[in-house]
Nanobody, 125 residues
Framework: QVQLVESGGGLVQAGGSLRLSCAASGRTSNSKVMAWFRQAPGKEREFVAA????????YYTDSVKGRFTISRDNAKNTMYLEMNSLKPEDTSVYYC??????????????????WGQGTQVTVSS
């Protein structure tokens, strides 16, 4: 089992920045790919970014390219999402997820085996 705990959410003005963290514990060696998803009220959960733990390869959804950066710290078993130039439409609960498979850098909910509880990000206009 892998446990995931997100932190770093909050309220920020449009144009501001936040950094989310996702700390993994348990059988962290099972986490081959990790990702961030988000879910706004009344909407489906959507993919944001993914990273392959071994190589650091990344993949982003188009709407966050150039604004968000996903990274990981192997020694701390922690994944990050640096969010810059935030927009009101980025307001969501952000979830981290982990997959036991090295491929693909999945964008679907079913590509991931473990999930955190989420952290709220609110961007005011």
């Amino acid at each position: 089992q892998v446990q995931l705990v997100e932190s770093g959410g909050g309220l920020v003005q449009a144009g501001g920045s936040l950094r989310l963290s996702c700390a993994a514990s348990g059988r962290t060696s099972n986490s081959k790919v990790m990702a961030w998803f988000r879910q706004a009220p009344g909407k489906e959960r959507e993919f944001v970014a993914a990273i392959r733990w071994s190589s650091g390869s990344t993949y982003y959804t188009d709407s966050v390219k150039g604004r968000f950066t996903i990274s990981r710290d192997n020694a701390k078993n922690t994944m990050y999402l640096e969010m810059n130039s935030l927009k009101p439409e980025d307001t969501s609960v952000y979830y981290c997820a982990a997959s036991t498979r090295s491929y693909p850098l999945g964008t679907r909910i079913n590509d991931y085996d473990y999930w955190g509880q989420g952290t709220q990000v609110t961007v005011s206009s």
